[in-house]
């Protein structure tokens, strides 16, 4: 007996139409993780728009046009307007070539991202640490290679100001690139933690259509001020379970007092100095509305004010590093960043993992002796 092995050709058609079909059902979910009870409160992905639809000329393909135009559903509604293109930057603070690879493949993906939808070159910040001297003179020799190798890619810009303290760096790179008017910054680190920084690569330019759906958000809310890995943003009023798992387990979270662990005194002590400094002429209540992103990677709407901020904290930046130690500097930065959003009344949002596809390999359907039996 014989038993007749599946032609390969086959197989490759059903991996065709799995495609197919993941691409038809998926949506990116932006979440709400402040939002009350923790449900969905935020729209599904948008779809690509089309800069014309064009209309059959037989009366019965106008019809079904026109219903197809009236559904909504799986993919969403279909817009019949362009919506206005927004200019992207990149930020990128390199401190190690060890997950280079990685984060050239999500710069790739964001600036092919913006080379489909036609928007302008996609320009790249880059602040390296150069306390390690020739190693990382050697990663920012790579990295500008690199990058200005990339198809669509705009200006590569080295932010040389290298010197002093993290948090110091960080101001001076934000001030520089907000004074850009880009509509959208994707800020990147080189996160140690490899689960979490999966999770931010994946979440925020896993692949072009990731990317793409999160500028069609941006365009569509205007209140959108920031998007995050989901289960990255941590506030005061968090819910648990909406959480990343990894970090529950990281930081040994059982109660929502135990989210303390994010908000250190010290950290609080220089969250507190850095918002007066901002607002001299009112009282900061630091205790409403603290929210900070683990892994410290996210997209971000960019403004005049935002811009204003960074400014006021370049001038004041030098007495904070004295008051705590450079870590929690760093960390009040970032937190300052989130908080000051959500005091703007705009929203933060995360975005799930971007979906992949994953073929199963069958070795008995292979052409090969042991099967030919």
């Known amino acids: 007996m014989m038993i007749v092995p599946i032609r390969y050709c086959n197989v490759v058609k059903l991996l065709f139409v799995l495609v197919l079909f993941m691409a038809v059902i998926s949506n990116h979910v932006l979440l709400d993780p402040f939002h009350k009870n923790g449900s969905i409160s935020s729209i599904l992905d948008l779809p690509l728009v089309p800069d014309k639809i064009e209309y059959p000329t037989d009366a019965f393909q106008r019809l079904a046009m026109k219903k197809l135009l009236d559904t909504d559903k799986i993919v969403g509604k279909i817009e019949t307007e362009v919506l206005s293109p927004i200019s992207v930057a990149v930020l990128l603070f390199l401190e190690t070539d060890s997950h280079w690879s990685e984060l050239l493949m999500c710069l790739t993906n964001t600036v092919s991202a913006s080379a489909r939808l036609r928007y302008d070159k996609t320009d790249i910040f880059i ?195 004295s008051l705590v130690d450079n870590k929690k500097a760093r960390e009040a930065v970032e937190a300052l960043l989130q908080t000051q959003i959500k005091r703007w009344k705009m929203r933060i949002t995360e975005i799930s993992p971007c ?10 359907y292979h052409q090969i002796p042991e099967n030919d039996w």
């Open 127 to 321: 602040c390296v640490d150069r306390n390690h001297g020739a190693e990382n003179a050697a990663l920012e020799e790579k990295a500008l290679k690199d990058l200005r190798s990339l198809a669509h890619v705009g200006n590569v810009k080295l932010i040389s100001g290298s010197a002093g303290t993290n948090a110091e760096r960080f101001v001076e790179a934000f001030s520089d690139v907000t004074a850009h008017p880009y509509g959208a910054i994707l800020k990147l680190n080189t996160v140690l933690d490899p689960v979490l920084r999966e999770r931010g690569i994946e979440s925020l330019c896993g692949t072009e259509e990731h990317v793409i759906s999160i500028f069609r958000h941006f365009q569509k809310d205007p209140i959108l001020g920031m998007v995050t890995p989901l289960g990255t943003t941590i506030g005061t009023n968090a819910n648990l379970s909406r959480i990343f798992p990894h970090l529950i387990a990281k930081y040994k979270i059982r109660h929502a007092s135990d989210l303390s662990t994010f908000f250190e005194s010290n950290m609080i002590f220089a969250l507190n100095k850095l918002s007066k400094t901002i607002t001299p002429d009112k009282m900061v209540a630091v205790n409403e509305g603290r929210a900070i992103v683990a892994g410290g990677m996210y997209w971000i709407r960019s403004s005049g004010r935002l811009h204003t901020i960074f400014l006021s904290l370049r001038t004041d930046m030098s007495t904070i590093p």
């Open 355 to 364: 979906p992949r596809v994953l073929a199963m390999y069958f070795p008995q």
